[in-house]
């Protein structure tokens, strides 16, 4: 979590809101990197969560990430807990609850709908305080 915070600050230096997103080989090791760009590239789709998985499947050269973990500083949206889904993903680790577009058990459960054919396992809460202040504070910022 903390090497997602510190890719949440490289968002935040760049005017993005501080979301920050790690994806971890099966043995644990670091396989990819993203923060937000949303504000840097004008694409609506440029979450953390999605640019993570985009390297770690180029990185694994296939779109399944059977195995790996997603550890991220906020609750997915729905977009991005889709995305999970779809990558396979055996694990979903996040900081801040996201009471308002939270997709991850907040607001919506996505990742763990009975009716979808892929449910990862979701840890959520880690360094939440971190997480949550590091929003807080950007969004309090003038």
Known sequence: MRHALAEAELAAAAGDVPVGAVVLSPDGTLLAVGHNEREATGD???HAEIL???RAAAALGEWR???CTLVVTLEP???CAGALVQSRVDRVVYGARDEKAGA???LWDVVRDRRLNHRPEVIQGVLEP???ERL???FRTP
């Open 77 to 79: 949206c729905t977009m």
């Open 65 to 67: 990430l059977s195995g």
């Open 44 to 46: 609506p789709t440029a």
């Open 130 to 132: 971190e997480c949550a």
């Open 104 to 106: 991850a058990g907040s």
């Open 136 to 138: 807080t504070a950007f």
């Open 52 to 54: 993570a998985l985009r």
